[in-house]
């Protein structure tokens, strides 16, 4: 937990500005989990939403909070909410609302996978312990995906995540900030 609300901001300030973080909460906390939303439910096509400054305007002119419905293929909505204003870190959640079954994945020490059939089976699968220094909140997976690029540096293959998956974030929280009228200029 950070020393203090706002320390975050306070320790280097270019975070909270366009110029200096290119964006507030979607650029630099939630674009993994807006990653992950689309690795497991497809492409978004459309994008509704606002993003919003509701506790720390007195330090930062980028957005700590943002709620969003993502339209993806074949009807499918995400509704999407994410926040730094909360008193205590939170691990992230997904939850999928599914027709066999309610599926919640949690990041972070307490976190997992969790499916309840609608037959009333549960399965659960924890999650990986941190083996690293990084915070607990956090799990595991900035670790692992860390240690598979520098595996496959030497690989005549360019590495499974590139330039293509980025930009499919990056036009959703362009969008976000579009409808916001957020931004430099706005």
């Not at 990986?128 to 915070?135: D, E, H, K």
């Not at 900035?142 to 520098?150: A, G, M, S, T």
């Not at 595996?151 to 959703?172: C, K, N, Q, V, Y």
Request: net charge negative; charged share 20%; aromatic share 10%.
């Amino acid at each position: 937990m950070d020393p203090q609300p706002g320390y975050y901001y306070r320790a280097k300030p270019w975070r909270g500005t366009w110029a200096g973080s290119g964006g507030g909460l979607l650029i630099n906390q939630a674009i993994h989990t807006l990653d992950l939303v689309q690795w497991l439910l497809g492409g978004v096509e459309r994008t509704d939403g606002h993003v919003a400054t509701r506790r720390f305007g007195d330090l930062i002119e980028v957005e700590d909070t943002a709620e969003l419905l993502l339209h993806h293929p074949g009807g499918v909505t995400t509704s999407f909410y994410a926040t730094l204003t909360a008193p205590q870190h939170r691990p992230v959640e997904i939850e999928l609302d599914c027709e066999n079954a309610y599926v919640c994945l949690r990041g972070g020490t307490e976190g997992g996978l969790t499916i309840r059939w609608a037959d009333g089976r549960v399965d659960t699968l924890g999650e990986r312990s941190v083996t690293s220094g990084g915070r607990s909140y956090w799990g595991v997976s900035h670790e692992l995906l860390i240690r598979d690029f520098y595996e496959h540096l030497e690989d005549p293959e360019p590495f499974w995540i590139g330039p293509r998956e980025a930009m499919a974030s990056m036009e959703i929280l362009t969008e976000a900030y579009r409808l916001s009228g957020a931004g430099p200029g706005a």
